[in-house]
């Protein structure tokens, strides 16, 4: 029988999920289809209990939903749980419905699909502390990287983040981590700033760079976000957000099928949507 998938969040229509999604389907030859479903914060509970009684075998959770869909589920990932947020389901062979993370762990494969596994040693910079940052920070460390420091607008929610983290790791605000932008070898960008109509375009100035940095974003529409430019026009390496989008699909695609889809074939479809190279 035909398998069904969904991504479920509010607003819907702009996900690239069920493109991404329906083409691994097709490219391994599941018979299978993914569905983009509008569902509103008041209708959470009784749409994943739909879900689940028309035997969907697992979905996706995108904004607003990630955190509040917790108490809907049957049981969490040991990630899922430390991150307090959800962005895959998998319908286990019981029937229960689990939910896990892959948000970081994609963040991590996409930035080492750049430049490699031999920088976890240096000094990583993370800017933000929402969802995607905490996510990002339990995976850098999860993987083997050592020095993370976490600069926030709101300093507490950073700190409240490396308190958690086993390795040591700091709290710092956003003009203390410009002031000292030639400490760090790897920044990475978890805040809105930059996505397409969102107020604020640049965390911050990039004038003390270093031309030897990588810097990553998690943003992905535009592509090429203001700091991208700025950072590519300092000499830095640039790493945008469409691999982590790649990245956490093929993490959750892996759960659902236990194939892993080629990350790179869909790519130029991606590319081509969101108008970049
Ligand atoms: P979130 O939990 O709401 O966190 C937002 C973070 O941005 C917080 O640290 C917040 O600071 C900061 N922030 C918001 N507005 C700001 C402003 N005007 N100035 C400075 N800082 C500001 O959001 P999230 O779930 O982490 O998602 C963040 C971004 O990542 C979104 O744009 C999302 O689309 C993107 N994302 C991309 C992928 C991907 O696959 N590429 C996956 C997940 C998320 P405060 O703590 O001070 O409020």
């Not at 062979?93 to 976890?120: A, C």
């Not at 710092?172 to 030639?182: M, P």
């Not at 930059?194 to 943003?219: H, R, Y």
């Not at 976000?225 to 892996?254: C, N, R, W, Y």
């Amino acid at each position: 029988m035909k398998k069904w998938y969904a991504v479920i969040g509010d607003p819907i229509g702009h996900s690239l999920s069920p493109m991404m999604h329906n083409e691994w389907f097709q490219q391994l030859g599941i018979d299978a289809t993914y569905l983009p479903i509008h569902v509103k914060e008041e209708d959470l509970e009784a749409a994943v209990a739909s879900m689940k009684l028309l035997g969907i075998s697992g979905f996706n959770v995108t904004i607003p939903h990630k955190e509040k869909i917790r108490p809907f589920l049957d049981a969490l990932d040991e990630t899922a749980e430390k991150m307090g947020a959800v962005n895959t389901v998998v319908r286990l062979e019981d029937g229960r419905l689990k939910g896990y993370n892959t948000d970081g762990l994609g963040f991590v494969r996409s930035l080492e699909e750049v430049i490699g596994d031999t920088k976890r040693h240096e000094k990583v910079l993370l800017i933000g502390a929402g969802g995607a940052a905490r996510g990002i920070a339990f995976a850098l460390e999860s993987i083997g990287y050592t020095d993370v420091t976490i600069c926030n607008r709101t300093v507490e929610k950073a700190q409240q983040i490396c308190a958690e983290l086993t390795i040591p790791a700091q709290a710092i605000s956003l003009n203390t981590a410009s002031e000292q932008l030639d400490e760090y070898a790897i920044l990475i960008q978890t805040t809105p700033a930059g996505m397409k109509n969102s107020q604020v375009t640049i965390p911050f100035s990039l004038e003390k760079l270093k031309s030897s940095a990588i810097v990553a974003d998690i943003v992905y529409n535009p592509l090429m976000t203001p700091l991208l430019q700025a950072a590519q026009d300092k000499g830095a390496t640039i790493v945008s957000g469409l691999g982590m989008f790649i990245h956490q699909g093929a993490l959750a695609f892996e759960y659902w099928t236990k194939q892993s889809p080629d990350p790179t074939a869909v790519k130029e479809q991606l590319l081509t949507h969101l108008g970049g190279n």
